[in-house]
C-alpha cells in the first residue's frame, strides 16, 4: 500500500520560503511521476508542479514558475516542494500525490497524501 506523507507547512510572511516535503513508502517508484497540488476555500484543487521520478524531468503552473522548485531524493524516496517569494494567494493546503503519468490533471493522480497546510500572512 503507498503511502504519502506531507510535511513543512506553516504560516509565513509575504516574501518568505517553506520547503515541503512528501515521504514515498510501501511501493516501487522507478517509474512514477509525483506531482504537488493544492487547493484554496472555495476553490478546485489546482496544480502545481510534476517530477519523474526516473529522469527527474519536471513541470511546472504558469503561476509558480520561477518561485518553486519540485526535486526528489532518491535515497529518502522523499519529494521536495522548495518555495519562494511566497504570497497570500499561494495559502491552500498542498498535496502530493503519485501517478503513472505526466499530468497536470488530479484525476490521474492514483495516491494521495493527507495535505499540510501553507499560509502566507500580507
Known amino acids: 500500500q503507498v503511502q504519502l506523507v506531507e510535511s513543512g507547512g506553516g504560516l509565513v510572511q509575504h516574501g518568505g520560503s517553506l520547503r515541503l516535503s512528501c515521504a514515498a513508502s510501501g511501493g516501487t517508484f522507478s517509474s512514477v511521476v509525483m506531482g504537488w497540488f493544492r487547493q484554496a476555500p472555495g476553490k478546485e484543487r489546482e496544480f502545481v508542479a510534476f517530477?519523474?521520478?526516473?529522469?527527474?524531468?519536471?513541470y511546472y503552473a504558469d503561476s509558480v514558475k520561477g518561485r518553486i522548485t519540485i526535486s526528489r531524493d532518491n535515497a529518502r524516496n522523499t519529494v521536495y516542494l522548495q518555495m519562494n517569494t511566497l504570497k497570500p494567494e499561494d495559502t491552500a493546503v498542498y498535496y502530493c500525490a503519485a501517478s503513472s503519468r505526466g499530468s497536470t490533471l488530479a484525476t490521474h493522480y492514483t495516491y494521495w497524501g493527507q495535505g499540510t497546510q501553507v499560509t502566507v500572512s500580507s
Open positions: 517530477i519523474r521520478w526516473d529522469t527527474s524531468r519536471t
